[in-house]
């Protein structure tokens, strides 16, 4: 086990290096910020004096092992545009994406995995095909069709809940339910079919003869043979919505760090754009590990 | 016994369900409604959040939300949209031109209850020229002044190199006064988390990226607003913000574009606000390309061009056309002896033979990808068709904005462009700053090179006679119009769409909207 975590702990720390590499390298390609964040009427030494404050006027080595230094010491420089600590602005957005990101994945497998349990186990052809449909539609539908559509139905047909915005509980429901259509669906999908599986398997059919209640052959053994892959695609998923759910943010004006990365790419804000990444790669790395430690849990034979 | 009759058995889980069920229903109604507006606060969806509250780290107009309504420069634009005193009350200038004196208003007070006065005047002024501040429109500001001090305590005096006809527009739009004891107290950090003006409205509470609450400022020394509370919520999404409108959740929401603005005015309980503004579209022509040297050709170009259909069919109407590179709200407008490029394909066709138009030459043509301007990809691919309809070949590249702002305003201009996309908007009724930015062919935000051009700018604010000045700035116009250096396609209205009891009293033809004009009903 320590083992396992030392080991994890070094992949970690050369992954994120290359991802410093990475998106340094990659924003700076995008071009001079300074076409941006400056208005037209700045002079070309108005233009050089910025560059200079901010170390752009520097070759790209000198800026990397300026940026390496500054980032071994947790700063990550100051936003261009906003005139704070980037990691200041990173962490502020990350916030409410962690929130929302769990209420999401929270309904997510509420929906997903009674509805993938109950299609792997009934034997009504029906169901089984509603089961495969809904993990077929749900990740077919856009996310931004998705989330107009429950604010036409539920914010303004039925006023329900609030169309966009962030700050109470009811703000929550319409987000993380447009977050929570496609992710459930996959997790429905997924359920069903290593479920199916694992119900086909001869222990199961051991379980069986010797009489133990259904429920329990299902919840207790195949649901957790079942499992590993369903962590996996947890883990993933979670990663993936903390990466920002860019457009579902976007639809209900959701002040996470999507909104922010977006801004920041098309504002050439570089700052906030690397300190946002490894925020949100150091998490997702971090998830990873959580779930690999949920593997041990779930299955003894991987403890060996 | 059969799986599911276990599972009906699992009486545990029936109850499960329908517990699960009541209890939603409970929360829900136990959650607190979506808030709706007290009669005397107003509030407005907007799609963009300002970069800092701190008016010296201006980035853009949308900014102005909070500077134009917080703050104040020494005069302030009226209920037309003319510089009026503000902060200033008179003001006076020297036989030579050359020294401002500005003799302030007695009993303005900032929001914290500190008195304006002359240092304050002077303290700001030298606060947004320190290099250390990096304020980007420093040079804007003060590259023509030498020196400025308060002459005493309501008389602020400033000094010029050139006389500037800009001078009160640049210390009035461009600029704001700022409290010194309180900045010298909280530092600049804690002046951009609760700024302190002297504006019709105080800024209460600010969330990055969710909200702005401001808060009528019962010691004004103007005209009270006309509503006590505003608040400005961040909805970067179009649909996101009529849909708050709608749902009441916000009285007004901008920006709206032209499509969906022409389908919500139709709406029995939604208003639809054009605000004429100074948001200009224009072709420039680059006269240093090999094929638009020839003056004949760029006014080829310019007839070519059916402006008044694509304004219907592309803004819906929701512009104002220009002839001149200005609107008739703008002194210098006039167009009195000029010959329009009014629609004319066999004209161009003419003066493209005339001018040995090599028609197996594409011509390079930038333009703007969507999101930015109201229908700017499709305004260029009607521009390129236009031209193929009278035999230019052209090979338009629809550009993200960072990418076109970048070849934009590039100090070394690309020769292979030949045509460019641009917005350049006014941020006064004085088309001075525009034409200067956008035309002195040594400045990297122009794409205009044109000697007589550039003289004409040299002299465009040394003029002290208002009526001269205006008839120079209609020679400068005309000179660009005739020469045919860009072709100016309209104005784009700022649209709000409202709920049916706000009253959007707000001067036309501002860069910003001026929140104390702005009514419920």
Same mark, same amino acid.
């Given at each position: 086990?320590?083992?396992?975590?030392?080991?994890?702990?070094?992949?970690?720390?050369?992954?994120?290096?290359?991802?410093?590499?990475?998106?340094?390298?990659?924003?700076?390609?995008?071009?001079?910020?300074?076409?941006?964040?400056?208005?037209?009427?700045?002079?070309?030494?108005?233009?050089?004096?910025?560059?200079?404050?901010?170390?752009? &006027?520097?070759?790209?080595?000198?800026?990397?092992?300026?940026?390496?230094?500054?980032?071994?010491?947790?700063?990550?420089?100051?936003?261009?545009?906003?005139?704070?600590?980037?990691?200041?602005? /990173?962490?502020?957005?990350?916030?409410?994406?962690?929130?929302?990101?769990?209420?999401?994945?929270?309904?997510?497998?509420?929906?997903?995995?009674?509805?993938?349990?109950?299609?792997?186990?009934?034997?009504?052809?029906?169901?089984?095909? +509603?089961?495969?449909?809904?993990?077929?539609?749900?990740?077919?539908?856009?996310?931004?069709?998705?989330?107009?559509?429950?604010?036409?139905?539920?914010?303004?047909? +039925?006023?329900?809940?609030?169309?966009?915005?962030?700050?109470?509980?009811?703000?929550? @429901?319409?987000?993380?339910?447009?977050?929570?259509?496609?992710?459930?669906?996959?997790?429905?999908?997924?359920?069903?079919?290593?479920?199916?599986?694992?119900?086909?398997?001869?222990?199961?059919?051991?379980?069986?003869?010797?009489?133990?209640?259904?429920?329990?052959?299902?919840?207790?053994?195949?649901?957790?043979?079942?499992?590993?892959?369903?962590?996996?695609?947890?883990?993933?998923?979670?990663?993936?919505?903390?990466?920002?759910?860019?457009?579902?943010?976007?639809?209900?004006?959701?002040?996470?760090?999507?909104?922010?990365?977006?801004?920041?790419?098309?504002?050439?804000?570089?700052?906030?754009?690397?300190?946002?990444?490894?925020?949100?790669?150091?998490?997702?790395?971090?998830?990873?590990?959580?779930?690999?430690?949920?593997?041990?849990?779930?299955?003894?034979?991987? $403890?060996? | 016994?059969?799986?599911?009759?276990?599972?009906?058995?699992?009486?545990?889980?029936?109850?499960?369900?329908?517990?699960?069920?009541?209890?939603?229903?409970?929360?829900?109604?136990?959650?607190?409604?979506?808030?709706?507006?007290?009669?005397?606060?107003?509030?407005? /969806?907007?799609?963009?959040?300002?970069?800092?509250?701190?008016?010296?780290?201006?980035?853009?107009?949308?900014?102005?939300?909070?500077?134009?309504?917080?703050?104040?420069?020494?005069?302030?634009?009226?209920?037309?949209?003319?510089?009026?005193?503000?902060?200033?009350?008179?003001?006076?200038?020297?036989?030579?031109?050359?020294?401002?004196?500005?003799?302030?208003?007695?009993?303005?007070?900032?929001?914290?209850?500190?008195?304006?006065?002359?240092?304050?005047?002077?303290?700001?002024?030298?606060?947004?020229?320190?290099?250390?501040?990096?304020?980007?429109?420093?040079?804007?500001?003060?590259?023509?002044? @030498?020196?400025?001090?308060?002459?005493?305590?309501?008389?602020?005096?400033?000094?010029?190199?050139?006389?500037?006809?800009?001078?009160?527009?640049?210390?009035?739009?461009?600029?704001?006064?700022?409290?010194?004891?309180?900045?010298?107290?909280?530092? &600049?950090?804690?002046?951009?988390?609760?700024?302190?003006?002297?504006?019709?409205?105080?800024?209460?509470?600010?969330?990055?990226?969710?909200?702005?609450?401001?808060?009528?400022?019962?010691?004004?020394?103007?005209?009270?607003?006309?509503?006590?509370?505003?608040?400005?919520?961040?909805?970067?999404?179009?649909?996101?913000?009529?849909?708050?409108?709608?749902?009441?959740?916000?009285?007004?929401?901008?920006?709206?574009?032209?499509?969906?603005?022409?389908?919500?005015?139709?709406?029995?309980?939604?208003?639809?606000?054009? @605000?004429?503004?100074?948001?200009?579209? @224009?072709?420039?022509?680059?006269? $240093?390309?090999?094929?638009?040297?020839?003056?004949?050709?760029?006014?080829?170009?310019?007839?070519?061009?059916?402006?008044?259909?694509?304004?219907?069919?592309?803004?819906?109407?929701?512009?104002?056309?220009?002839?001149?590179?200005?609107?008739?709200?703008?002194?210098?407008?006039?167009?009195?002896?000029?010959?329009?490029?009014?629609?004319?394909?066999?004209?161009?066709?003419?003066?493209?033979?005339?001018?040995?138009?090599?028609?197996?030459?594409?011509? $390079?043509?930038?333009?703007?990808?969507?999101?930015?301007?109201?229908?700017?990809?499709?305004?260029?691919?009607?521009?390129?068709?236009?031209?193929?309809?009278?035999?230019?070949?052209?090979?338009?590249?629809?550009?993200?904005?960072?990418?076109?702002?970048?070849?934009?305003?590039?100090?070394?201009?690309?020769?292979?462009?030949?045509?460019?996309?641009?917005?350049?908007?006014?941020?006064?009724? *004085?088309?001075?700053?525009?034409?200067?930015?956008?035309?002195?062919? *040594?400045?990297?935000?122009?794409?205009?090179? *044109?000697?007589?051009? *550039?003289?004409?700018?040299?002299?465009?604010?040394?003029?002290?006679?208002?009526?001269?000045?205006?008839?120079?700035?209609?020679?400068?116009?005309?000179?660009?119009?005739?020469?045919?250096?860009?072709?100016?396609?309209?104005?784009?209205?700022?649209?709000?769409?409202?709920?049916?009891?706000?009253?959007?009293?707000?001067?036309?033809?501002?860069?910003?909207?001026?929140?104390? &004009?702005?009514?419920?009903?």
């Amino acid at each position: 086990m320590t083992g396992l975590l030392l080991r994890r702990a070094v992949e970690t720390l050369i992954t994120l290096l290359l991802i410093t590499v990475m998106v340094f390298g990659l924003t700076r390609l995008t071009g001079d910020p300074t076409s941006l964040l400056l208005p037209p009427e700045a002079t070309e030494a108005t233009r050089a004096a910025f560059r200079h404050a901010y170390g752009l &006027d520097q070759n790209m080595f000198v800026q990397y092992e300026a940026f390496l230094i500054h980032l071994f010491e947790g700063d990550l420089g100051e936003s261009f545009r906003l005139h704070e600590p980037a990691i200041g602005v /990173a962490l502020d957005a990350l916030g409410p994406t962690l929130k929302l990101a769990c209420a999401g994945m929270a309904l997510s497998i509420v929906l997903g995995m009674p509805f993938g349990i109950v299609a792997a186990t009934s034997r009504r052809r029906w169901v089984k095909r +509603l089961g495969r449909w809904y993990g077929s539609l749900g990740q077919a539908l856009p996310p931004f069709w998705v989330g107009l559509i429950l604010v036409s139905l539920l914010a303004l047909q +039925l006023p329900l809940f609030p169309t966009s915005g962030y700050g109470t509980a009811r703000h929550y @429901v319409l987000p993380a339910l447009t977050l929570a259509v496609a992710t459930s669906s996959s997790i429905a999908s997924l359920t069903q079919a290593n479920l199916e599986e694992a119900l086909r398997s001869d222990f199961i059919h051991m379980e069986r003869v010797l009489g133990l209640p259904e429920w329990r052959i299902v919840l207790k053994h195949a649901l957790r043979n079942a499992s590993l892959p369903i962590v996996t695609f947890l883990a993933l998923q979670f990663g993936l919505i903390l990466g920002g759910a860019i457009v579902t943010e976007r639809v209900f004006a959701w002040p996470g760090i999507g909104q922010r990365i977006v801004e920041a790419i098309l504002g050439r804000d570089y700052p906030v754009v690397q300190a946002i990444v490894l925020i949100t790669a150091t998490l997702f790395m971090l998830i990873n590990l959580a779930a690999d430690l949920l593997y041990l849990v779930l299955d003894p034979r991987l $403890r060996t | 016994m059969t799986a599911r009759a276990q599972w009906r058995l699992a009486s545990r889980r029936g109850f499960l369900a329908t517990s699960t069920a009541a209890a939603s229903t409970l929360v829900l109604d136990a959650l607190p409604s979506p808030a709706r507006a007290a009669q005397d606060e107003l509030r407005i /969806a907007i799609g963009a959040d300002i970069a800092s509250a701190d008016p010296d780290h201006y980035t853009a107009w949308n900014d102005y939300w909070v500077y134009g309504n917080v703050f104040e420069g020494l005069y302030a634009p009226d209920a037309q949209g003319n510089l009026a005193p503000a902060l200033a009350q008179s003001h006076e200038v020297s036989g030579d031109g050359l020294t401002h004196t500005f003799t302030l208003r007695e009993g303005v007070l900032f929001h914290n209850g500190d008195p304006v006065t002359a240092e304050d005047v002077v303290f700001s002024l030298k606060r947004s020229l320190d290099p250390a501040t990096q304020n980007q429109r420093a040079a804007l500001i003060g590259d023509n002044i @030498v020196r400025f001090e308060a002459a005493d305590a309501r008389r602020f005096v400033v000094h010029l190199k050139a006389i500037d006809a800009e001078t009160v527009a640049k210390l009035s739009l461009y600029w704001q006064v700022k409290p010194r004891k309180y900045i010298e107290t909280v530092g &600049d950090a804690g002046f951009a988390r609760k700024p302190v003006g002297t504006g019709p409205y105080e800024l209460l509470e600010r969330q990055p990226n969710q909200f702005i609450r401001l808060r009528a400022f019962d010691r004004y020394w103007g005209a009270k607003p006309k509503t006590a509370e505003v608040t400005l919520r961040i909805v970067p999404e179009e649909q996101s913000r009529v849909a708050q409108v709608m749902a009441a959740e916000a009285q007004a929401a901008t920006p709206i574009s032209p499509v969906l603005a022409a389908r919500l005015a139709k709406m029995p309980n939604l208003n639809l606000v054009r @605000v004429p503004s100074l948001t200009n579209v @224009v072709l420039f022509l680059n006269s $240093r390309h090999e094929q638009l040297r020839k003056k004949a050709v760029r006014q080829a170009i310019c007839f070519a061009i059916d402006k008044p259909a694509m304004l219907q069919s592309l803004m819906l109407g929701y512009a104002v056309p220009e002839e001149l590179w200005c609107t008739s709200a703008q002194p210098g407008c006039s167009l009195d002896g000029v010959e329009p490029y009014t629609y004319d394909p066999v004209r161009a066709k003419r003066l493209l033979a005339e001018a040995d138009f090599d028609f197996a030459k594409p011509l $390079r043509f930038v333009g703007m990808a969507p999101g930015r301007v109201a229908a700017s990809k499709e305004t260029c691919e009607a521009i390129a068709e236009s031209l193929k309809r009278v035999g230019i070949a052209v090979d338009l590249q629809i550009m993200e904005f960072g990418a076109w702002n970048a070849l934009k305003t590039a100090k070394e201009k690309d020769p292979s462009i030949a045509m460019i996309y641009a917005t350049a908007p006014d941020p006064s009724r *004085d088309v001075a700053y525009k034409l200067l930015v956008n035309t002195r062919s *040594d400045l990297a935000t122009s794409w205009v090179f *044109d000697a007589a051009n *550039d003289g004409m700018l040299a002299r465009m604010n040394s003029f002290t006679d208002q009526a001269e000045r205006t008839a120079f700035l209609n020679q400068i116009l005309r000179h660009l119009h005739d020469e045919a250096l860009l072709l100016p396609l309209w104005a784009n209205d700022t649209l709000f769409v409202t709920s049916r009891n706000v009253v959007f009293d707000v001067p036309p033809y501002l860069a910003y909207t001026i929140l104390a &004009d702005v009514a419920l009903a």
